[in-house]
């Protein structure tokens, strides 16, 4: 079991270095990390710091870069602080643990940790890297450090800017860091990246003596700001710094500071079946749950991701299985705890159509193009692109099954008479969807596009697409004009050529359904709504949309304005703009 347990860890360990996305979540990771410690204390994972995979010119650490120990729960960190605090005077220091790459400056020579001994020099990357120190941000190349150490990182909004790229869709700003630092050369053109200075960030400091479960919830809390960059946890330090260094070092950790991780929601639970449904090109398993409350939400459904995913826990129905819930992100398995009856959670047959299921890669796929599952879900994601309100996966699915709309064009030849025969419906409600659905006559090309279920190509890729081709000139672009447009690239720019042919004569008849709405000229600025409104979020943020206004969720020093119904109530974001001096707005002003 255990050797089982170790090719999980090497393998997520190579995925994580090179940038890929682990397929288990760090607090997995960690808990391997000390049943391997237990049972095999001497092995060399336990004291391997990084992947080191030269990609450049090596670069030899005179002083080893070390990686720091992690602690999940207070009480062990109190047992930390206890056996490394001289007396209750003893100062510590608390700091961001920021997620991304470590990495050193040293006489304008960048180098990441790599394995802790050797690294990669990185300098050929230099004109695209700032070094953020003091809070003040200056690009690489006239920065007057001389040495720092630091974390490569990528701020979210520049992340959400560059995470689509032509080979992959980057799902974590760590693993987006990564995978630019991997290559020789070709990041898209205006992105930059922050070397951030460890001991320069924000911090808190206590005492020792001081320390309760209460005091260090605050100071967690009070590091749960709106966060320009990713982070995992907080790193603690001693402040003596020389009494520190005394302390001495593992071959993986120094002894004078520490890393308390963050623990998402887990709890156990027993795994009662597996349905299978239909996404893009694919059948998507969905595992049904013995309902469980983590942290404070009844979960009954977690993701099983893919086939593969499933093969490599062993999942069977009837097993007990450990869930997490961390913060907002949907709940997933973390681990199989004990074994069930057994029961194959694989289907042989579509649940669609009833052809048999083919495995491609890691996943399993019905091969029938006629199969009813697959078009309906071509119509429920084609029409989600429309953000027609009302109209919702039931509705769709009445509308399809009586085979009055089986294209998103469709849903515009809809009668009022044809909702009002749908279960449910009376006067008032269907002429309220008739109206909603005649609101949306009006749209954007990319909205246009989007439609067309384009794989891996969705409504802000088709716009960035169409910032440099115009719409009508589309279908007779060349491919390497598309493939040059930044983040595209040869294999989406295939698929486009492809859906425009595939779907000509539906683009046609969509087109004389529909009018066209040139986009909304963006002026640079950005807005945040917060507390509770009259109407439903999305009716504000339309709204300011079509002033030009970019919305966001969360308060950075980027925002412009902060847009509250309860000007004097406490919330993080008002906190955190109040700080920034972020200008704060009434609902009612805003509106003016």
Not at 40 to 52: I, V
Not at 286 to 309: D, M, Q, R, Y
Not at 484 to 489: K, L, Q, T
Not at 564 to 592: C, F, H, N, Y
């Amino acid at each position: 079991m255990m050797d089982k347990k170790i090719k999980i860890l090497e393998r997520n360990f190579d995925l994580y270095w090179q940038g890929l996305q682990p397929e288990i979540t760090d607090q997995r990771f960690d808990q391997l990390m000390e049943e391997l410690k237990t049972d095999c204390p001497d092995h060399p994972l336990l004291t391997k710091l990084g992947l080191n995979i030269p990609r450049g010119q090596e670069y030899i650490h005179e002083t080893p870069m070390l990686s720091l120990d992690k602690v999940y729960l207070f009480s062990d960190l109190k047992k930390w602080i206890k056996k490394t605090a001289r007396n209750g005077e003893e100062k510590y220091a608390v700091r961001y643990k920021f997620d991304g790459l470590a990495g050193k400056l040293k006489n304008q020579t960048l180098a990441t940790r790599g394995d802790g001994k050797v690294g990669e020099n990185i300098s050929r990357h230099k004109n695209r890297i700032s070094v953020v120190s003091s809070g003040k941000r200056t690009p690489l190349t006239i920065s007057s450090k001389s040495f720092m150490l630091g974390e490569l990182v990528v701020s979210y909004d520049e992340f959400e800017k560059f995470k689509v790229q032509e080979d992959r869709v980057y799902k974590h700003p760590r693993n987006f860091v990564a995978g630019m630092i991997n290559q020789k050369s070709g990041w898209p053109a205006g992105l930059r990246i922050d070397f951030v200075e460890y001991n320069s960030s924000k911090s808190r400091s206590f005492y020792a003596e001081e320390l309760t479960e209460d005091l260090w919830k605050e100071i967690v809390s009070s590091f749960n700001v709106e966060k320009q960059y990713p982070t995992d946890g907080l790193v603690i330090n001693l402040e003596d710094r020389e009494y520190a260094n005394s302390l001495g070092h593992t071959s993986h950790h120094p002894n004078g500071s520490i890393a308390f991780k963050f623990y998402g929601d887990t709890v156990f639970t027993t795994l009662l079946d597996v349905e299978w449904g239909h996404g893009k090109g694919c059948l998507t398993p969905v595992g049904i749950l013995e309902p469980v409350i983590i942290g404070g939400v009844t979960v009954s459904k977690v993701t099983l991701h893919n086939a593969k995913f499933m093969e490599d826990l062993d999942l069977a129905i009837g097993d007990e299985v450990e869930i997490e819930r961390a913060g907002e992100v949907i709940p997933h398995i973390l681990s199989r705890k004990h074994v069930g009856d057994g029961k194959n959670p694989f289907p042989n047959s579509c649940p669609s159509c009833g052809a048999k299921l083919i495995r491609q890669g890691v996943d399993i796929v019905c091969p029938n193009v006629y199969c009813g599952g697959t078009e309906f879900e071509q119509l429920r994601t084609g029409l989600e692109c429309f953000e027609i309100d009302g109209l919702g996966e039931t509705i769709i699915k009445h509308l399809y099954d009586r085979k009055i709309v089986v294209r998103p064009a469709d849903i515009f030849k809809l009668l009022l008479l044809d909702i009002l025969e749908l279960p449910g419906f009376a006067a008032l409600s269907a002429q309220k969807l008739y109206n909603s659905i005649q609101s949306k006559r009006e749209m954007e090309e990319s909205t246009i596009l989007a439609s067309l279920n384009t794989p891996g190509i969705g409504k802000l890729m088709y716009q960035k697409v169409l910032d440099i081709v115009p719409f009508e000139d589309l279908p007779n672009t060349e491919l390497s004009t598309l493939s040059n447009i930044p983040g595209i690239g040869k294999t989406r720019a295939i698929a486009i050529r492809r859906s425009l042919k595939q779907n000509k004569p539906y683009l046609q008849e969509l087109l004389t359904l529909v009018s066209i709405r040139k986009p909304v000229k963006k002026t640079g600025r950005t807005v945040c709504f917060t507390g509770k409104m009259e109407k439903p979020r999305k009716f504000y943020a339309e709204q300011a949309e079509a002033m030009g206004f970019q919305v966001v969720d969360k308060v950075s020093k980027d925002l412009d304005f902060l847009v509250t119904t309860e000007p004097d109530r406490k919330s993080s974001k008002m906190d955190a703009a109040k700080k920034l001096g972020i200008k704060i707005v009434t609902l009612e002003d805003w509106q003016k």
